[in-house]
């Protein structure tokens, strides 16, 4: 299984202003994925991160407010752009490795814009 | 993509079993049926998974029906520690990858 880690962990940030998250995994993974988890809702998926090519986005979701970067392997970063108060929200890295029938999870980055 | 309804939430004696019922009629012959949970605070953890048989493991048993429209999480003798929102999802392949799009989760309390 593999292990991942985000930071930072949580974050208060001032509206306007841009935050990147980094997504690092312990071992190669062939996908990862990020969501975005609104207070007391499920998670929504963002963007499929496509190593060394552009990220696929969900419907509702654009590269110029969510950039995605994904330069190897097992790191991935996600910019959340120009905040504004409802953008407060737990964002998720999830991966999955080719002999994995299942993704994986991180602890997520809490964000509070203000 | 194929969609999924969950219970809002659900009660549930510690020591007896959890049945957790999801519908996902709209899904398609090669989408797999996957359920996470996930702790307050915690990123999602896996559970099981199955495409059409049923499946066991040691944290839970899937049943899904023969039309595959819905399935049904059992944890056999729930604990206090099984507290969770308990998410069903459906794994989408597309374009050479897959989407793992989830449900609104089913809010599990275990009561004492």
């Known amino acids: 299984s593999a292990v991942i880690s985000q930071k930072p962990s949580r974050d208060i940030c001032q509206r306007g202003t841009s935050l990147t998250i980094q997504c690092q995994v312990d071992s190669q993974v062939t996908m990862m994925f990020w969501y975005r988890q609104q207070p007391g809702q499920s998670l929504t998926l963002i963007a499929t991160?496509?190593?060394?090519?552009?990220?696929?986005?969900e419907s509702g979701f654009v590269i110029d407010k969510f950039p995605i970067s994904r330069p190897n392997l097992t790191f991935s970063t996600l910019t959340v752009s120009n905040m504004s108060p409802e953008d407060s929200s737990i964002y998720l890295c999830?991966?999955?490795?080719?002999?994995?029938?299942?993704?994986?999870f991180g602890q997520g980055t809490r964000l509070t814009v203000v | 993509d194929a969609k999924t309804t969950q219970p809002t939430s659900m009660d549930c004696a510690e020591g007896r079993a959890a049945n957790l019922p999801c519908n996902h009629s709209t899904i398609s012959g090669n989408e797999y049926v996957y359920w996470y949970r996930q702790i307050h605070s915690q990123g999602p953890q896996y559970i099981i998974h199955?495409?059409?048989n049923n499946e066991t493991n040691e944290m839970a048993s899937l049943i899904i029906t023969e039309d595959r429209k819905s399935s049904t999480l059992i944890l056999p003798h729930a604990t206090l520690r099984d507290t969770a929102v308990y998410y069903c999802?459906?794994?989408?392949?597309?374009?050479?990858?897959?989407?793992?799009?989830f449900g609104t989760g089913t809010r599990l309390k275990v009561l004492a």
């Open positions: 999802i459906v794994r989408v392949a597309t374009s050479g990858t897959y989407k793992y799009i």
């Open positions: 991160a496509n190593q060394g090519s552009e990220a696929t986005y």
């Open positions: 199955g495409l059409k």
């Open positions: 999830s991966a999955k490795a080719q002999g994995d029938t299942e993704a994986f």
